[in-house]
């Protein structure tokens, strides 16, 4: 798969196993790669039998769409690292400590505007001095960016000093996180906007063909005259500006935030994203439409079986499991890219 | 298909059980059959050549007693009249079967010492300490008994691919917990210089003396000869024939291969009169010292020498992939050292020798491989068109005649040699100014050889400067019109053309007679 962060192994290719009618068959109907719509749609109907007055309404769908934006915020964030070969965990501290950053710059007189661009500011900032550690300094990116996040949450935590930050601010700030727009949520609209551009820079443009290149030889991308590190550094930047923009989204959804805010979404995130390498594509790369299926995948689960009465701990099962499963998945498919 | 079932060179052996006996092995990858019904059977002790061409399944056959790919139903194998089934790596090893894989199959990261006992283990308890001195020793040993003599905790990534080589096959050949019935080497030459390929052999027939079977893989038809006493001839995933290597020449055995007579083209000597493009002067890193070297428009200009004597070096430093002293000047502008994306602006392209570290991205597929030396080429509008790639793709696939031609397909799907014309394919799209090329035949077989050295010298014709590297001495002679000797680091002669292979390989080793170590550096 692309997300190995061991380049120097010489990998022997795929290995590959009997094909028999019944595979023939799944590969057909693309069920390797349409698999999570397939699931997506099995998941509705079993909610609507099971759950029929409350999961049938516009009120579920509202609900999913602004639970699932700022995951996909984070999700898309990490596809641009993922996409070369880099882990970025530090994402959901940037997050963290964005969503306090904006509201306490607010507190502190500045208006929504200009504290909305300073934030995205630190994100940069943050996100260049990740890559600095893994593009110059030469850290593994597991690493560097793990530390990174350590210290992020210590950082969020002197910000707020521990307390939960409300939003006294301008109701400008927040209607950009609670209003809606043609019937779904803004947060949503932020999401399916970022998605567009991710889709048209990783599909479309040379830049993308250079950031996959990257994540499936970094040697012999460098040989072919690309310039590596530069990309490296870029998918670490934008990796935090876009971590820090999925912060700003949260706190104006919230209209609060607290330091321990960030974390919880690295998992979901990372979930979706390397189920996402799965679907749509197929080839395992880290994709922007495998992605948000991914993400609406795990979010209707999610929403359904608390609908239907399960436990609040239900989601860090499902997304726990959705994570094992898609890299499960990944390997099949790479034994099967054929 | 039936195959008489000849056992060249091993008549004596008649009644014995075979070491190795397969039986109608398959494979079918998605629809398509790559391997139909391929018989094959080997005495302890025969020493068996498979040939075929580029594609024809060769490596599959391999991989399948290797327990890598699950062969289709109705295959049967059997090791010293033991049916086995071999369904993972560790099967095919309890029974015997012994590996030299075409990609080597090694750790980059580990060292030769690691290397060394993976798969087989480290010759004490799972959960005891490694004895690291004892392993360091018998790795030395290991490696020294091929004649090389590098530094066994480098990883295995730094080393130089005939060092690679020496490394895989020690590690086939070395001690297992099982007792070694079959030795399978697929293409282990393809990266190592003629005295080495000699020491090699020497190790070859050691192990056939000890009564083990050897299969040995190579598109080097000489080699066939010197080595085996009978070869089996794969067609289209097909086994055509097995001969005593005796009743066969190069003529008929290429027929057999390829299925209809071929007619072999001598070089066409392209002439030197034109002005210079690339220009190195004192240029030194790695084992390479103060090369000075002018290649004129059109001019193929080849880099010859053993294992250490700097032709490794050569082409990474040529092209500025490292950092390097010296200068490397391109129509007169100088290339910074380190900057391939530089170089590439200058007009530069580079096949470098390991294919799978260097040069391929294995999981994306073959357009893609095609299109990275310059994917803006596809871009209209502001945004890559697929179509377009596919199309170019197609286009080159033909021209280079890879096989198959499905530019959809991953490259991991592909032989070596139909990998290796992907590659070179990339740079010939872009008609770059000089070409470096680094074992730019590696893995390819006879007929492809030629296409690939038609294309070659096509791209010289039209007016590119070529530095060819190459530890296949034939192939210096059919295209250079001048071979750069090197030794030590240092050149040691400079052949003009009229060149003949054996006077390259006469100048590599009459300076290794020459030197005795530690002799004069200028
Ligand atoms: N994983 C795969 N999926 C689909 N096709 C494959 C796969 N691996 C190999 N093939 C196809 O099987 C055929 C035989 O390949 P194989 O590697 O055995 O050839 P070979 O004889 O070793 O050739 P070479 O001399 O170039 O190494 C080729 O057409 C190749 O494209
Ligand atoms: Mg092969």
Redesign the interface.
């Known amino acids: 798969m ?1 997300i190995t962060t ?1 380049p ?12 028999g009618s019944g595979s ?1 068959l799944v ?1 057909r109907l693309g069920i390797g790669r349409f698999s999570g719509i397939y699931v997506w749609a099995l998941l509705i109907v079993l909610f609507a039998v099971l759950v029929p007055e409350t999961f049938l309404t516009a009120s579920t769908v509202r609900s999913i769409g602004a639970n699932s934006a700022v995951t996909s915020l984070v999700a898309l964030a990490l596809i641009v690292p993922v996409a070369c070969g880099l882990f970025d965990l530090s994402v959901a501290a940037i997050l963290g400590i964005a969503a306090v950053l904006v509201l306490d710059l607010q507190a502190r007189g500045l208006s929504a505007g200009i504290a909305v661009l300073l934030t995205l500011v630190a994100g940069a900032v943050i996100g260049a001095f990740n890559g600095f550690l893994v593009v110059k300094v030469g850290i593994d990116s597991f690493i560097a960016t793990l530390g990174m996040s350590s210290v992020l949450a210590a950082g969020a935590f002197a910000v707020t000093n521990g307390n939960q930050l409300v939003a006294q601010v301008p109701s400008t700030f927040v209607t950009l996180g609670q209003g809606t727009l043609l019937g779904l949520p803004r947060p949503v609209w932020y999401a399916v906007a970022v998605a567009a551009v991710l889709y ?1 820079v990783t ?4 830049a ?3 950031m ?2 990257i994540g ?2 970094i ?9 590596v590190d530069r990309v490296r550094f870029a998918s670490l930047v934008t990796s935090g500006v876009l971590g820090a923009l999925a912060g700003i989204v949260l706190a104006a959804q919230l209209g609060a935030s607290s330091a321990d805010i960030g974390p919880a979404y690295l998992l979901p995130a990372f979930s979706a994203v390397l189920l996402g390498a799965t679907q749509i594509k197929g ?3 880290a994709n922007v439409l495998g992605t948000l299926v991914a993400v609406v995948l795990l979010a209707t689960g999610i929403f359904g079986l608390q609908l239907a009465g399960a436990p609040i701990f239900i989601s860090g099962l499902f997304n726990g499991v959705a994570l094992i499963l898609a890299v499960s998945l990944a390997l099949r498919a ?1 034994r099967q ?2 | 298909m039936s195959s008489p079932d000849l056992r060249g060179g091993t008549a004596g052996n008649g009644g014995a059980t075979p070491a190795l006996d397969v039986r109608s092995a398959s494979k079918t990858f998605g629809s398509i059959r790559v391997l139909h019904d391929v018989d094959l059977t080997l005495a302890a002790g025969e020493l068996r050549a498979l040939v075929g061409e580029n594609g024809s399944g060769k490596s599959t056959l391999v991989k399948i007693l290797a327990g890598y790919h699950m062969p289709d139903e109705g295959t049967r194998i059997a090791v010293g009249g033991r049916e086995v089934a071999p369904h993972h790596a560790g099967v095919s090893e309890t029974a015997g079967l012994r590996f030299v894989h075409q990609d080597l199959a090694l750790v980059g990261a580990l060292s030769s010492v690691e290397n060394l006992g993976l798969g087989r283990g480290y010759g004490n308890g799972r959960m005891r300490p490694l004895a690291w001195s004892r392993l360091r020793r018998e790795a030395r040993e290991a490696i020294g008994e091929l004649g090389y003599h590098f530094d066994v905790d480098r990883p295995v990534a730094t080393l130089g691919a005939s060092e690679r080589t020496a490394l895989a096959v020690a590690r086939a050949v070395s001690p297992h917990t099982s007792t070694a019935r079959v030795l399978v080497l697929d293409e282990p030459t393809a990266n190592l210089p003629g005295p080495e390929v000699e020491q090699l052999f020497g190790l070859v027939r050691r192990v056939r003396d000890a009564g083990i079977a050897v299969l040995f893989i190579s598109h080097h038809l000489n080699e066939v000869f010197d080595l085996a006493e009978s070869v089996s001839v794969l067609r289209g995933g097909e086994h055509v024939a097995t001969r005593p290597v005796a009743e066969l020449d190069e003529t008929s055995l290429i027929e057999l291969m390829v299925g209809h007579s071929v007619e072999r083209h001598a070089g066409r000597r392209p002439s030197a009169a034109a002005a210079t493009v690339l220009s190195a002067q004192r240029l030194s890193g790695g084992s390479v010292q103060r090369l000075d070297l002018d290649v004129a428009a059109g001019e193929i200009v080849g880099i010859a020498g053993i294992t250490g004597s700097g032709r490794e070096a050569v082409a990474s430093l040529m092209f500025g992939a490292e950092p390097a002293a010296g200068t490397v000047t391109v129509n007169g502008s100088p290339i910074p050292p380190g900057r391939p994306d530089a170089s590439i602006a200058a007009g530069m392209g580079l096949v470098p020798a390991e294919r799978a570290t260097k040069a391929v991205m294995l999981g994306h597929d073959v357009a893609e491989n095609l299109s990275i030396s310059r994917p803006k080429d596809f871009v209209r509008r502001g945004s890559m068109r697929r179509r377009l790639e596919y199309q170019a793709a197609a286009g080159w696939l033909e021209k280079l005649d890879v096989r198959p031609r499905e530019p959809r397909m991953p490259l991991a799907a592909l032989s070596g040699g139909n990998a290796q014309k992907v590659i070179l394919a990339r740079w010939l799209r872009l008609q770059p100014k000089v070409l470096v090329l680094d074992e730019p035949t590696q893995g390819v077989d006879v007929g492809a050889k030629e296409d690939i050295h038609q294309r070659i010298e096509e791209a010289a014709g039209q007016g590119c400067a070529v530095v060819v590297c190459s530890t296949d001495n034939e192939e210096l002679a059919r295209l250079c019109g001048r071979v750069i000797v090197l030794g030590r680091g240092l050149e040691t002669a400079q052949l003009a053309a009229p060149i003949s292979a054996d006077d390259i390989t006469a100048a590599c080793l009459a300076d290794t007679r020459e030197r005795s170590p530690r002799e004069h550096h200028h």
């Open positions: 692309s061991e120097t192994a010489i990998d022997p290719g795929p290995r590959q196993t009997a094909v023939r590969r048209y599909e479309r443009t040379t993308g063909r250079y996959y290149a499936g030889n040697e012999a991308s460098r040989l072919v005259g690309i310039r080839n395992g790369r790479n890219a054929a």
